[in-house]
């Protein structure tokens, strides 16, 4: 085993059962979950999973978003109004 004790890195009481891929920590049976095949720690299973989902959907406005959402509603009024100026006159 990895790490020398054989001892779990979250249960030090228990003993280990393996190696996580990830962080190569000992882990014990109940720490040890398969993903893809492959023995993994519960935080870097959590890290994998959170990667595979990709990045959370943004919901609230940032001064960012504000400003670039004003910006091109103006670009829009400015097309619109000079599309009616050309036409009327």
């Known amino acids: 085993m ?3 004790s ?3 890195h979250y249960h030090p009481e228990r ?3 393996g190696v996580c891929v990830e962080c190569r920590r000992v882990i014990c049976r109940e ?3 398969q993903f893809e095949g492959i023995n993994r720690c519960a935080s870097c299973l959590g890290r994998r999973l959170q990667a ?3 990045p959370a959907e943004r919901r ?3 001064v960012g978003s504000g400003l670039l959402a ?3 509603l103006g670009l829009v009024w400015g097309a619109v109004y000079m599309t009616l100026h050309l036409v009327t006159g």
């Open 70 to 72: 004003m910006a091109g």
């Open 60 to 62: 609230e406005w940032t």
């Open 31 to 33: 720490c040890t979950t």
């Open 52 to 54: 595979l989902e990709g």
């Open 15 to 17: 003993a280990g059962l």
């Open 2 to 4: 990895i790490q020398g």
């Open 6 to 8: 054989g001892r779990c």
